[in-house]
């Protein structure tokens, strides 16, 4: 395998990329712009083959963690590579998504059904019901005092939303709502009514299932 500086100019990823767009070029030439440099006895294709490999292995599961353990990958690489993914993901869901019932939302909260912790998240939809936002509101125990509906509503208010999705994880994979889970439902709701940006649903989701707060009557 040739080094980066021994490629013509025209056939290296950027000036590839520059020339042809983004499509021409394989996932090991996309991942070597992202990581910029290899490292003493790697050049940077064979830091990306291995990127590639771990990526390929663990699917939806990898992290900083996972990444650093790659030689040649530093811990502002790992960031960035996945905030990299992070994007486009947010970005091409937001363009293509059309809410119409409660599975319609799992693609964009499917990340969390394993997490050991619960991760409450917040998805913005404008007045056709396309996703125009899906944020993480919090991490750890779901109660009223934690996910306060300023935390909520803020980027929901910022995206100038016209309904919102609530949605968390049980790490129990009991797939019935809490005592807590009701009352902040309900506190969100009372807030959305008064705020103009109603709640139209709140999802829990568990490597078994999900269940629908709409669909149960508990809304």
């Given at each position: 395998?040739?080094?980066?500086?021994?490629?013509?100019?025209?056939?290296?990823p950027r000036e590839k990329l520059a020339a042809k767009g983004p499509?021409?070029?394989?996932?090991?030439?996309?991942?070597?712009?992202?990581?910029?440099?290899?490292?003493?006895?790697?050049?940077?294709?064979?830091?990306?083959?291995?990127?590639?490999?771990?990526?390929?292995?663990?699917?939806?599961?990898?992290?900083?963690?996972?990444?650093?353990?790659?030689?040649?990958?530093?811990?502002?690489?790992?960031?960035?590579?996945?905030?990299?993914?992070?994007?486009?993901?947010?970005?091409?869901?937001?363009?293509?998504?059309?809410?119409?019932?409660?599975?319609?939302?799992?693609?964009?909260?499917?990340?969390?059904?394993?997490?050991?912790?619960?991760?409450?998240?917040?998805?913005?939809?404008?007045?056709?019901?396309?996703?125009?936002?899906?944020?993480?509101?919090?991490?750890?125990?779901?109660?009223?005092?934690?996910?306060?509906?300023?935390?909520?509503?803020?980027?929901?208010?910022?995206?100038?939303?016209?309904?919102?999705?609530?949605?968390?994880?049980?790490?129990?994979?009991?797939?019935?709502?809490?005592?807590?889970?009701?009352?902040?439902?309900?506190?969100?709701?009372?807030?959305?009514?008064?705020l103009g940006i109603p709640v139209l649903d709140h999802i829990i989701?568990?490597?078994?299932?999900?269940?629908?707060?709409?669909?149960?009557?508990?809304?």
């Amino acid at each position: 395998m040739k080094h980066i500086k021994e490629i013509p100019d025209f056939d290296r990823p950027r000036e590839k990329l520059a020339a042809k767009g983004p499509e021409a070029l394989s996932d090991s030439e996309l991942l070597a712009i992202l990581l910029g440099r290899g490292v003493k006895g790697k050049d940077v294709f064979q830091v990306a083959r291995a990127v590639l490999r771990k990526l390929d292995k663990d699917k939806e599961k990898i992290g900083v963690k996972t990444l650093v353990s790659i030689e040649g990958v530093g811990f502002a690489k790992a960031c960035q590579i996945l905030a990299s993914f992070e994007f486009a993901r947010r970005r091409l869901l937001k363009e293509s998504l059309v809410i119409q019932k409660a599975e319609d939302v799992l693609p964009l909260i499917s990340y969390i059904a394993d997490k050991k912790q619960e991760y409450f998240l917040c998805i913005s939809l404008n007045g056709a019901n396309e996703v125009i936002g899906n944020r993480i509101v919090t991490v750890g125990l779901l109660n009223t005092n934690q996910v306060h509906p300023r935390e909520v509503f803020v980027d929901a208010i910022s995206d100038r939303a016209a309904s919102i999705i609530l949605a968390h994880n049980h790490p129990s994979g009991v797939l019935k709502p809490s005592p807590d889970d009701i009352a902040t439902t309900r506190q969100l709701v009372d807030a959305g009514k008064i705020l103009g940006i109603p709640v139209l649903d709140h999802i829990i989701i568990t490597k078994k299932g999900y269940l629908s707060f709409k669909e149960k009557g508990f809304m």
